[in-house]
């Protein structure tokens, strides 16, 4: 199983924000699409390019910092430049171990440049439960015969 077969499953809406966007805005966002990620995109050429990731983990950080109100601080002020990313292509193994290793729970997926998705730690963790009931089922009809 890939990244490509979740994508298929769930669909390959990828909610955005402006790096200079206020973290107000962002939970708003994150609020409006009950999402834990925003990927942060900067469209000052002629396609938009992928600079950073904002998650709740990263308000709640800024908000315990005291270092301003969410009206105050920008999205560029918090996010994760350093982005991972992932491709359609990616083995579902794969990923759990990337986002496992790098303790993140977002993955935006790319293909050729272009931002495609976003595969959450639990889209990877219903796609494993989905394979292992139907190998569950294999084995059950096997043993039958």
């Known amino acids: 199983m890939t990244v490509q077969d979740i994508l298929?499953?769930?669909?390959?809406?990828?909610?955005?924000i402006a790096p200079g966007a206020s973290l107000d805005d962002a939970?708003?966002?994150?609020?409006?699409?009950?999402?834990g990620a925003l990927m942060v995109v900067e469209s000052t050429g002629p396609e938009p390019q992928l600079v950073g990731i904002i998650t709740?983990?990263?308000?709640?950080?800024?908000?315990?910092?005291?270092k301003g109100g969410f009206d105050e601080l920008r999205v560029e002020d918090v996010m994760t430049r350093e982005v991972i990313t992932g491709t359609p292509e990616?083995?579902?193994?794969?990923?759990?171990?990337?986002?496992?290793?790098k303790r993140i729970r977002h993955l935006p997926i790319k293909s050729e440049g272009h931002l495609v998705g976003v595969?959450?730690?639990?889209?990877?963790?219903?796609?494993?439960?989905?394979r292992l009931a139907m190998e569950n089922r294999f084995m059950k009809d096997y043993i039958r015969g």
């Open 8 to 16: 298929l499953g769930k669909g390959g809406a990828v909610y955005s």
């Open 27 to 35: 939970s708003k966002q994150l609020v409006k699409y009950r999402v």
């Open 56 to 66: 709740e983990r990263d308000l709640l950080y800024a908000q315990a910092s005291g």
């Open 90 to 101: 990616d083995t579902i193994d794969s990923i759990m171990a990337l986002m496992t290793t």
């Open 119 to 130: 595969v959450s730690i639990g889209d990877v963790v219903k796609a494993q439960m989905h």
